[in-house]
């Protein structure tokens, strides 16, 4: 599908839903349907990272959401783990939105990043993993309990997991052990 221009009415779809549409009826429902549902979670992943601390990071940015939903909690350490939460303005949908790897190694958040690559993929961890905790580079588990804790926050919330890079890594891994979509 080629990207194109959302128009209102793939908002109205959008806003409509009380439950995430399936895999299968995004691919083979209407493009409405798939605009409004892949454009606002493309936006909540551009925020992850320019709402967030790291190279990234944009002051027009830190408290912006998407047409619909409001921007609930966050985690956002200057080294760590970083993620948005968005909740539909009816509160029955909810999104998290985790943050990729900052690739500016020179910068404390890109370090950090570097290094959790490095424990989620099973690698040996270089000199510089040793500026930071366990604690601080256990982003699978940072991860969890913020999905965990927005879960118990808002019980009756459908949630989806988002993001890109690492980001996506943890939304898939998240959403696995949740059985939600990610």
Not at 95 to 112: C, P
Not at 156 to 176: D, N
Request: aromatic share 10%; net charge negative.
């Amino acid at each position: 599908r080629a990207f194109k221009t959302m128009p209102r009415a793939f908002l109205d779809a959008l806003f409509s839903l009380v439950a995430w549409p399936s895999l299968e009826s995004l691919v083979d429902g209407s493009d409405q349907l798939f605009w409004g549902v892949v454009q606002p979670l493309s936006e909540m992943t551009k925020l992850s990272y320019t709402a967030t601390w790291g190279s990234y990071y944009r002051p027009y940015a830190q408290n912006a959401t998407v047409t619909g939903w409001r921007r609930g909690p966050e985690v956002n350490p200057e080294a760590g783990m970083r993620a948005l939460s968005f909740l539909q303005t009816d509160g029955s949908l909810g999104v998290i939105a985790f943050r990729g790897t900052d690739l500016n190694s020179s910068g404390i958040s890109g370090q950090a990043d570097a290094c959790a690559n490095e424990v989620l993929g099973g690698d040996k961890l270089s000199e510089l993993c040793g500026n930071f905790s366990t604690h601080q580079l256990d982003y699978f588990s940072r991860a969890m309990e913020f999905a965990e804790e927005l879960a118990a926050r808002h019980p009756s919330t459908s949630w989806l997991f988002t993001g890109h890079s690492l980001g996506a890594e943890l939304a898939s891994l998240v959403g696995a052990l949740h059985a939600v979509p990610a």
